[in-house]
């Protein structure tokens, strides 16, 4: 993929007071908030077909405040469910590889603090062949915009979606969030990728993937 440009100052500015503001949101929640919001996004996604469907599922381990997707991840292994955890790829850390995710998976942080596991593991899958991948964020609005932490690590390993006008297929691309994240609206740079929906701990908002209830 060329080179990410950056946006214009107003709109950089904007972007990141936005992010802020939804940052201090999430961080604001109390644990016990944050575990009703768990257990809820869970109830929510095990029903959504394209969930029951999946094979091949990529997760997240919450930081800094973001909704936890832990519950639904012991919902998976019990449904059978091969999951998978991003790391930054140690050829080009401005992407990420997704490695095999189990309950006795070694973890350890990477340069963010953030724990994953051993990249040299075997079990590794390309992006392109997960089924679903559940991502983090920090604002969403109604029309499926993401605003991310700003690192761009999603959209690069995924701009083959929008490369191949493949948006459509595999992987299905769904944002997790507390429902204090949204925003009236998120403005998308010709990079952002699209979410094939949202999932919130009050349910699921779909966007322009109606195929996610087939």
Not at 5 to 31: F, I, T
Not at 106 to 126: H, Y
Not at 147 to 164: N, S
């Amino acid at each position: 993929m060329g080179r990410v440009h950056s946006p214009h100052p107003d709109l950089a500015q904007a972007k990141q007071r936005l992010r802020q503001e939804m940052r201090a949101r999430r961080r604001n929640l109390s644990p016990e908030q944050q575990q009703r919001a768990a257990h809820s996004l869970a109830k929510h996604l095990v029903r959504l077909p394209a969930f029951v469907r999946s094979r091949h599922l990529a997760l997240y381990l919450p930081n800094d405040g973001e909704i936890d997707p832990g519950p639904l991840t012991l919902a998976a292994w019990r449904m059978g469910k091969r999951c998978y955890l991003p790391v930054l790829h140690p050829l080009d850390d401005r992407r990420l590889a997704f490695v095999r995710y189990e309950a006795d998976t070694a973890l350890r942080p990477n340069r963010f603090g953030i724990p994953e596991p051993d990249f040299r593991r075997t079990s590794r899958l390309a992006p392109e062949h997960l089924d679903l991948v559940l991502l983090p964020l920090v604002a969403f609005d109604r029309t499926g915009a993401r605003l991310g932490m700003g690192g761009g690590f999603y959209d690069r390993t995924f701009a083959f979606k929008q490369q191949h006008q493949v948006w459509r297929h595999k992987p299905r691309l769904i944002g997790l969030a507390h429902s204090c994240q949204e925003a009236d609206e998120v403005v998308r740079e010709r990079w952002d990728l699209p979410l094939s929906a949202v999932a919130t701990d009050q349910g699921i908002i779909t966007t322009h993937d109606h195929g996610l209830t087939w």
